[in-house]
């Protein structure tokens, strides 16, 4: 037995045993990693943690990648391939497609390093690149945002330079409230007040704390009234149309009135 696997037909069955038994440990790697990885970014999905699930899938690639290398390199070398020069000449290819494709190299660090930050995520409202709305889909290569209007923007990650995330803190939203001159402005404040506070109790759940910071500044036919509330950036837009009709409401229930634009005619008379 020992003579047979000493000869040619021999040595070359146990270099096919020895790679079948290789793919067979690299295959069970990749499906062992790839199950792990699954329930992983099941889990994360389902915490709503949007960031970790694409973070783990692209760890699960970059694992399958490395384990192919590592099973190629252990093949060749049983067949007396020396891997060393083909290293270097994936090396040299790697940077001619590197030198070929930098944008598409930008894009896909930029969009690594805005994950790993966690700069933004699905769902966030944000301006990048140019862009405002909500976040749909981070990529490694783009961004897609989607707008007021619906439509969806897809943004490469290498373009974006500067992100201001509107979701990460709740916003402070300013309303000026027009208020005419004819009108007492102490009192306008006080029956705003009574209104703010109602608002307040209706919408608790969401907690816009309005409030009025006075008396802003005057012009040609009105004064305004500045309110400050705090918002969410899903619901800013609501919680403001909202907060401007409770103050019209009490104004129109105590009778103040809002100012309105006129003209002013002035007739001259000649005497005879």
Sequence with gaps: MTEFFQSPVGIVLMKIIYVLLILAVSGIAIKLFKRM????????????????????????STIKYVIYF?????????????????????GVVGVAVAFGAQSLVKDVITGIFIMLEDSYSVGDYVKAGG????????????????????EVHIVPNGNIAVITNYSKENLNCFIDIPLAYAENANIAIGIMQSALDKFNADYAEQAPDAKILG???????????????TADADAQAGLERACRLYCKNAF?????????????????RVLD
């Design 70 to 90: 590592i099973a190629f390199a252990a093949i060749m070398s049983t067949f007396g391939v020396n891997i060393a020069p083909i290293i270097a000449s994936a």
């Design 37 to 60: 990885t699954k329930n992983a970014v099941a889990k994360s999905k389902a915490e709503g943690n949007m960031r970790a699930g694409t973070i783990l899938t692209i760890f699960n």
């Design 131 to 150: 862009v405002s709305g909500f976040v749909t889909e981070v990529g490694l290569r783009s961004t897609k945002i989607r707008d007021w209007t619906n």
């Design 215 to 229: 008396l802003n500044s005057f012009e040609n036919n009105r004064m305004l009234i500045k309110v400050c509330l």
């Design 252 to 268: 129109d229930e105590a009778g103040i009135m809002m100012p309105a634009s006129y003209t002013m005619i002035s007739e001259q």
